[in-house]
């Protein structure tokens, strides 16, 4: 078990995209993998890039949210891809283990598709909707050097966690008036 460093915004391996995985079943990629999760898991957080813990390689591990049963699975995806299913979007309220205190809200596919390959070289190919769709999107984003503020369409939307309380009982149509 190995803690990993996160990457703050701002740290270049942040702001590039993320090379692909050669050979996803390697041990050093298992290894990475078990550090990611470890890392996560002490941050806390609900997902982690590789490049948030300075490595750039095309990695991502999260946890589904509950649907309601009290599950959340773990889900370990190398070289992973998604596309939008549809185009409708909603904005929701987003933090990140590498923009810590922070917040924002940011519009993302309600339902989308993903696919990539698992630590033991098998396929893992889903269609998912709400929180799972959203949570995919984010830690994708950061394998191609993207940021959640960078996807914020209003930059008054970023706000420190202490001061949310605020905002978030409001809906992002009240917080315009």
């Known amino acids: 078990m190995a803690i990993l460093k996160i990457a703050k915004m701002g740290h270049p391996v942040l702001a590039r995209p993320a090379d692909s995985v050669a050979d996803p079943t390697a041990p050093e990629i298992r290894q990475l993998i078990e550090d990611m999760v470890d890392t996560m898991i002490d941050a806390p957080g609900q997902g982690l890039a590789a490049p948030q813990v300075h490595v750039p390689l095309r990695v991502a591990v999260f946890l589904t949210p509950d649907e309601g049963d009290g599950q959340r699975e773990l889900v370990t995806l190398v070289n992973p891809r998604w596309e939008p299913v549809g185009q409708e979007q909603d904005m929701a309220w987003e933090g990140c283990l590498s923009v810590p205190g922070m917040r924002g ?17 098998g396929r893992l190919e889903r269609e998912v909707g709400g929180w799972h769709a959203r949570v995919v999107q984010h830690e994708l984003d950061h394998l191609d050097g993207i940021l959640y503020p960078q996807r914020m369409t209003d930059l008054k939307d970023l706000v420190f966690e202490s001061e949310l309380r605020h905002r978030a009982a409001l809906s992002p149509q009240e917080q315009e008036e």
């Not at 809200?105 to 070289?121: A, K, N, S, W």
């Open 105 to 121: 809200l940011v519009p993302r596919y309600t339902r989308i598709r993903y696919e990539g390959t698992l630590p033991d070289g």
